[in-house]
């Protein structure tokens, strides 16, 4: 006798199996209850238990083909390539093809110029000063037009005398992310011209207009001051700006508009036209 049918007739066989009784099988430890038996199906061999089922005739699932199966599952299967149907007759099949969601259009975001974001203002420096153990930077303070001079690091010291930087009436920009330089705080800087002249850097500041107060907002021709500026003008944007800041004809230009403030125009001497300002 295989394992199986030992199994299948020490249940049949054991205690309770009609009678209810309890026995020693070591299957059935406990007695089933009044009126459960077991009985052997004579067409699969399976042992039910009943009443339960022989109202849930489950022997049947195991002298079936696949076909069975594949019945049982026929609500859930679809023919490949139909998918799942939309109520609203959409089909969302393999193919991934379904009634999209139309996109709204979005409005046309709106351009706007770097300088916008760029403070320019007029500035005094009040205090020049030497970096320790440098030889290329002042140390600055510099009004512009706030309760406070702010502190400005400068590269002008090996183009730039002191005396012509002391009480000179410069172009800033206020809203740079500060940073430090030899160990010093630098939260503003003076723009100067750029350009080369008989193999050697030439470097001069940008002129503001006669007239003009510390805290002036300038802005190229035309333009007027934004009504607020960021509190930092990110890199990407300054960056951006000094591509277009440059001389033309003596003039402080940004792109074809020269930089001006309420008092007039910003130029600059003995610099040629291209020369960078930065």
């Known amino acids: 006798m295989d394992t199986m049918s030992a199994v299948a007739d020490a249940l049949l066989d054991g205690p309770g199996a009609s009678t209810g009784t309890s026995g020693k099988n070591p299957f059935f430890p406990i007695a089933p209850p009044p009126g459960v038996v077991k009985v052997r199906c004579e067409r699969t061999g399976y042992v039910m238990t009943k009443p339960f089922e022989a109202n849930n005739p489950m022997p049947e699932a195991f002298d ?42 979005t409005a046309p975001v709106e351009e706007v110029d770097p300088v916008e974001k760029a403070k320019l203002v007029v ?39 002191e005396n012509e930087l002391k009480d000179a009436m410069v172009l800033t920009i206020v809203n740079l992310k500060p940073a430090k330089l030899a160990g010093q705080a630098s939260v503003a800087m003076i723009l100067a011209t750029e350009y080369e002249a008989e193999g050697e850097t030439k470097v001069k500041l940008v002129r503001v207009p006669e007239g003009a107060k510390c805290g002036d907002v300038v802005t190229p021709a035309g333009t007027a001051p934004s ?43 003995d610099v040629p036209s291209g020369a960078s300002i930065k």
């Open 123 to 161: 500035g005094k420096v009040v205090e020049v000063g030497h970096v320790e153990n440098s030889d290329k930077l002042y140390l600055c303070q510099v009004d512009v037009g706030e309760e406070a001079p702010r502190q400005v690091v400068t590269g002008l010291r090996k183009f730039v005398p």
């Open 227 to 269: 009504a607020t500026y960021p509190k930092e003008c990110k890199s990407k944007f300054w960056d951006a700006v000094k591509e277009k800041l440059a001389v033309k004809d003596g003039k402080a230009m940004y792109g074809d508009k020269v930089l001006s403030c309420e008092a007039g125009e910003c130029t600059v001497t």
């Open 64 to 105: 079936q083909t696949c076909e069975y199966i594949v019945k049982m599952l026929n609500p859930v299967i679809k023919p490949k390539g139909q998918g799942v149907k939309k109520a609203d007759g959409g089909d969302a099949g393999a193919s991934g093809q379904g009634k999209k969601k139309e996109k709204k259009p």
